[in-house]
């Protein structure tokens, strides 16, 4: 079960670095998806990050191999880093807007 979760928390956590790289490279051109969703587009991208920590954190409990361990490593450090820098980039867009 460990393994699993680990394996998904990973996947998890590359989904969202593709997402965040798509959007960071196609720029304001993903600008009217704020206008459908009606919130930042960021905002489902932290999201997933933050719901790939719980199994990464499970998963690293769980890992019996030192591949399983760098695994979940790997992908709390992506997880951790990206939802520190989506966090500071939505709050500071949201504070922008607001004034």
Known sequence: MAKIMNIASFILSMVSLILFSIYMSAGYSLNFLREIFGFHPLTIILAICI????????GLAGAPTWKGKVRSILTLTIIVRLSTFLTIVVMFERIIQST
Do not use: C, E, R, V
């Not at 719901?51 to 499970?58: E, K, Q, R, S, V």
């Open 51 to 58: 719901l790939a920590l719980i199994p990464g954190l499970l």
